[in-house]
């Protein structure tokens, strides 16, 4: 059997429920799960990718580690009083003035040294790794294509079909995304400006079963898709509206950002946008030579910070908040010591950023540590897995299964909630699985920690905003179970804390906040 | 769809010289892979020659005259004149619109050589190692020039002097910031690239910092070799070239220790001959020779490195390159004349890229702008920027890793397709070939209509037209029915004897437009419409 019939066969079977559920009709369903997989159908997942490696920490800079930043990298450190604070310990640099108010409202959260193990500092590895959401070097398909492949078998062959008029997800401009690379096809459809419209002929040709006959399939689908979803495309953003007076003409992302807005609005159906931002390797010339406040990595920063805080104000003001959210991503952050070049090389871990209404958190995990020496090529070392944070999109945002998710990845996932402010149920202990939990939060006296484990060493300690270590909770190996440790909170100070568990099977960071002193 | 897993396997895994049949077709597939567009003569030429002679021919190296001056932007060398040996103005506007129109005078020049190409392998050779040494124009021209003139002189010559003349030219020791790389801060930016997309290549991450062939120690440690190279005389006003130089008090000078990789080679001070120490260590690795034949055989062959192919081909390739101490037209020569070169398997194994597409029609066509010096750059100029909107920018590749249709799995030259570039396709290809094509002061570059279609073997029946046009263009034919509707667009579907009576009046008179234009015409329709099918798309 050739593999191709072996993979229809193989869907036929394994996919075909949700047909027979669809002819069964939705009202014998659950309420509750109907509602669910109405909200995450609607979804849509804008990723921004920042091409090149971007410099983290002179874009969202650990003012408690300003002094050993200083050492680090005389060159293009940012002066410090120029950095716009955003909580106690962490500010942006000073031109991203909108991501800055859009994180004071809700509107953006923060994940801190995102990456994988043992960086491989090849920018063309490290994209790969990145848009396969996987290190095997075997892998050849994105983390969102295998997602798109286990929901919409035979594609491209039977796409776009009634049931599915419009592109699974447009990646704005001339290149098609990896990050939807299916086993076949690549789900994204590539469009430049979407309210041209496009009519490219007919064309078919057989395949022969050789790498030509491959292309003359590829070539005939390719013709026939940028027809079909030519029209579906054009029609929404004709019929869809832009309403933010923020989007700057000369801003080619925000451009870019806005057609995907007018898309959205128009009624098309299409679940992912990829919009892309190169420039991002700055190796020499990061800065001005003697000002760190102007150069590549400002302008970069601005046209970054301005796009996505445009596109956020559009969609609150076209009413699409709860059905719009976004995470920017880049192959690598750029090392802690700068070079004499006024650059930065290639790094290891960087933050993340997560835009839209249904934010679960504002900024998760800790602020990195910088010495005070300077070592070779040294980078900001990972301490959150990228795939943990893919998993917990897919879960968190488009309500993918768990055990379906896990076999997207070659690598056991940890789940963090991410994005689930708009979900129903999220405190409902009952779920198969849960993230860890502080109740009461806000607290007062005490509180509890609830938190699952397997059968493993479980450490978790409270770390107030400043990273300062607390007190430790627990510190041992425990059984596989659900656990609740009471503590004490009635000598701390005032405000935010963060308990940080440290296990096995995955670690998880949660926010809790002291309210008052009885 | 098919996996690509799938696909049928070539019939034959061997560099043994071939010794099947020679037509059209194989002579086709030969000057496709090595040409921007062959001619219908080139190809029977190439059958009537044989193979041997054939690829003789393709691999000599013809000589360039340099570009030359045609915008009133350019302040310092007279039109008409080269300026890859002028300085730059002393005022800053000016000089700065003199760098503008010497690098569109760049553009035009490499795409007039493209044109032009005869019957070499040479432009093919000078885009892959564009593609390999993948670096943007630098912002002095007469640099950028130098560049390409030393890839021009080297394209067929030694792979291991190419790396070190590469590592200390100018224009590579800014893109890559060598520039700037000292012994006070060492930049990592060409030590890294020079192994892992120059040399030796990446192999899978097997530790930390450590990619199989080079680790991250060697990286660290050969930016401290490189250090010291830099620039001199960029945009002067005085200085007629602008070179490089070694500087010994920007150089490290201690011991550098390679990795395991290497054998932990130490590499001692050698000052300014230290990079050339560095890089004959790394070429004594045979990996440096499998790299480079891998990319070869993606270039001219096929992007899919089976592990067969592995095995068979890219060792072959890998031991007559070393044997022959990394001079590349053996290599070259050898592939060439393969078995596996012809295998059926392999043929319209590539989608084509741009510039292949523009001038497979433009130079199969004949079409060449033929007016004073300053119309033909501006033509040329808009071929250049007409086949950067299509998605490659010769001078410009997108990263330094070179265009993603030559290393991006799984879909390779797929790539160079997509909703937005078909339309593009489809769009530059009707405009040249019906809608009147690029117009410089009333002057027209279009598909030549005419002149090819005389030139093809009975160009008064239509059936032999369509099957000339299906060897130029198609590496594997078209189906009964593609031609019979090729056939029916060109006699308007008329009985075949009217088109015969039709091109005949033609042939008898053919300054008339009255018995021309209906001729050109016809067959500029049937042109538009194969140029757009999938069989086209191919090489």
Not at chain 1, 365 to 386: K, L, V, W
Not at chain 1, 494 to 500: A, T
Not at chain 2, 22 to 36: I, S, V
């Given at each position: 059997m050739r593999r191709r019939d072996f993979v229809k066969n193989l869907s036929l079977s394994s996919v075909a429920v949700p047909f027979i559920f669809k002819d069964l009709k939705f009202e014998a369903v659950s309420k509750k799960l109907f509602d669910f997989s109405r909200a995450a159908e609607d979804r849509v997942l804008v990723l921004v990718r920042l091409n090149g490696g971007n410099d983290g920490l002179n874009t969202l800079i650990p003012l408690d580690q300003y002094d050993n930043l200083v050492i680090q990298r005389p060159r293009v450190i940012l002066p410090e009083n120029t950095i716009i604070p955003i909580d106690a310990t962490n500010g942006f640099h000073p031109v991203m003035t909108g991501m800055a108010s859009m994180f004071a409202n809700n509107n953006l959260a923060i994940i801190q040294n995102v990456g994988y193990p043992e960086t491989n500092r090849s920018h063309f590895r490290s994209t790969d790794i990145w848009s396969y959401g996987s290190l095997d070097q075997a892998t050849n398909t994105g983390w969102l294509g295998r997602n798109f492949d286990q929901n919409y078998p035979n594609f491209p062959e039977d796409y776009p079909n009634e049931d599915y008029p419009d592109p699974f997800a447009i990646s704005m401009g001339y290149e098609v995304s990896s990050t939807c690379q299916g086993l076949v096809g690549n789900f994204s459809h590539t469009v430049i400006n979407p309210t041209d419209a496009v009519n490219v002929g007919n064309g078919s040709a057989l395949n022969d079963g050789t790498y030509y006959g491959s292309h003359m399939e590829y070539l005939s689908t390719i013709i026939s898709q940028t027809n079909a979803y030519g029209v579906t495309v054009n029609a929404a953003a004709n019929a869809g509206s832009s309403l933010s007076t923020l989007y700057d003409p000369n801003n080619p992302l925000a451009l870019h950002l806005q057609n995907v807005a007018k898309m959205i609005s128009g009624g098309l159906k299409t679940k992912v946008y990829i919009v892309n931002l190169n420039g991002f390797d700055t190796h020499s010339a990061q800065i001005e030579a003697g000002n760190s406040l102007l150069g590549v990595h400002t302008d970069l920063m601005k046209t970054l910070s301005d796009a996505i805080t445009a596109f956020q104000d559009d969609i609150n003001l076209l009413g699409l908040s709860q059905r719009v959210a976004g995470m920017t991503f880049s192959e690598f952050g750029r090392q802690i010591a700068d070079n004499a070049s006024d650059g930065t090389d290639h790094g290891d871990a960087a933050p993340l950023f997560l835009f839209?209404?249904?934010?679960?958190?504002?900024?998760?995990?800790?602020?990195?540590?910088?010495?005070?020496?300077?070592?070779?090529?040294?980078?900001?070392?990972?301490?959150?897995?990228?795939?943990?944070?893919?998993?917990?999109?897919?879960?968190?945002?488009?309500e993918v299964d768990e055990t379906q998710i896990q076999s997207l990845f070659d690598y056991p996932v940890n789940f963090m909630p991410l994005l689930r402010a708009c979900n129903l149920g999220i405190n409902d202990l009952s779920k198969i699985s849960f993230d860890a939990l502080v109740f009461p939060n806000p607290c007062v006296n005490e509180a509890h920690l609830q938190f699952l484990c397997k059968d493993e060493w479980v450490k978790a300690e409270i770390y107030d905003l400043t990273g300062k270590l607390i007190t430790t909770?627990?510190?041992?190996?425990?059984?596989?179970?659900?656990?609740?440790?009471?503590?004490?909170?009635?000598?701390?100070?005032?405000?935010?804390?963060?308990?940080?568990?440290?296990?096995?099977?995955?670690?998880?960071?949660?926010?809790?906040?002291?309210?008052?002193?009885? | 769809m098919i996996p690509d897993q799938e696909i049928e396997i070539p019939i034959s895994l061997s560099l043994t010289p071939y010794t099947?049949?020679?037509?059209?077709?194989?002579?086709?597939?030969?000057?496709?892979?090595?040409?921007?567009?062959?001619?219908?003569?080139?190809?029977?030429?190439?059958?009537t020659n044989g193979m041997n002679e054939t690829v003789a021919q393709l691999l000599t190296i013809p000589i360039y005259n340099p570009p030359l001056t045609v915008s009133v932007n350019e302040s310092v060398s007279p039109f008409g004149t080269t300026w890859v040996d002028s300085v730059y103005p002393t005022d800053l506007i000016q000089r700065q619109n003199t760098e503008n129109a010497r690098r569109d005078s760049l553009g035009a020049w490499q795409f007039e050589l493209i044109n032009k190409q005869g019957l070499s392998i040479h432009q093919k050779m000078c885009l892959f190692w564009q593609n390999h040494f993948a670096a943007e124009s630098t912002f002095d021209s007469r640099a950028t020039y130098d560049y390409h003139m030393l890839i021009y002189s080297q394209s067929l010559g030694n792979f291991k002097q190419l790396v070190k003349d590469i590592t200390i030219n100018p224009s590579i020791l800014v893109f890559l910031n060598g520039a700037q790389n000292n012994v006070f801060s060492p930049n990592e930016n060409y030590a890294r690239e020079l192994l892992e997309l120059y040399t030796i290549g990446k192999g899978p991450q097997i530790g930390e910092g450590d990619y199989t062939n080079y680790t991250e120690q060697d990286v660290q440690a050969g930016a401290k070799i490189l250090t010291g190279w830099t620039i001199q005389n960029f945009l002067s006003d005085t200085v007629t070239d602008a070179s490089s130089y070694f500087e010994p008090i920007l150089h490290d000078t201690t011991d550098k220790t390679l990795s395991a990789h290497f054998g932990n080679a130490v590499v001692s001070n050698a000052n300014e001959n230290e990079y050339s120490n560095y890089i004959d260590i790394i070429f004594q690795q045979e990996e440096c020779a499998k790299f480079i034949c891998r990319k070869l055989y993606r270039w001219f062959v096929n992007y899919d490195l089976t592990p067969d192919v592995e095995t068979t081909i890219i060792n072959d390739m890998a031991t007559t390159l070393i044997s022959n101490n990394y001079e590349i037209s053996l290599v070259i020569e050898e592939l060439l004349k393969s078995e596996h070169f012809y295998d059926i398997s392999v043929r319209g194994s590539i989608i084509k890229n741009p510039i292949e597409y523009l001038f497979s029609f433009l130079n199969s066509t004949h079409s060449k702008p033929l007016f004073d010096i300053s119309t033909n750059y501006q033509m040329y100029l808009q071929t250049y920027w007409l086949c950067g909107s299509l998605g490659m920018s010769y001078h410009q590749p997108p990263n330094v890793g070179g265009w993603y249709a030559y290393y991006q799995a799984p879909n390779y030259s797929k790539l160079w397709i997509n909703s937005s570039y078909i339309k593009l396709r489809f769009d530059a290809s009707s405009y040249l070939t019906i809608w009147g094509g690029i117009d410089v002061n009333g002057n027209k570059l279009a598909v030549n209509h005419l002149i090819f279609l005389d030139g093809l073997s009975v160009p008064s029946d239509p059936v032999q037209v369509i099957e000339d046009l299906t060897i130029v263009f198609c590496p594997k034919g078209l189906t009964v029915l593609e031609k019979a509707t090729l056939k029916t667009i060109l006699t308007n579907g008329l009985p075949d004897f009217e088109w015969t009576v039709q091109y005949g009046e033609y042939a008898s008179d053919p300054t008339n437009p009255l018995v021309a234009t209906p001729v050109r015409q016809r067959i500029a329709l049937t042109l538009d419409s194969l140029f757009k099918l999938p069989e086209f798309q191919t090489i």
């Open positions: 839209g209404s249904c934010l679960s958190g504002t900024i998760i995990g800790p602020n990195p540590t910088i010495s005070n020496i300077i070592e070779d090529q040294a980078g900001i070392p990972m301490q959150i897995d990228f795939r943990d944070v893919y998993a917990s999109i897919l879960r968190d945002w488009f909770l627990v510190d041992k190996k425990l059984e596989p179970n659900k656990h609740e440790i009471l503590f004490e909170t009635k000598d701390l100070p005032l405000g935010n804390y963060q308990i940080y568990i440290q296990k096995k099977s995955g670690n998880e960071t949660v926010k809790f906040l002291k309210l008052r002193t009885n | 099947g049949v020679w037509t059209g077709a194989e002579a086709a597939h030969l000057l496709r892979r090595t040409l921007f567009g062959p001619t219908f003569q080139q190809i029977n030429e190439a059958v």
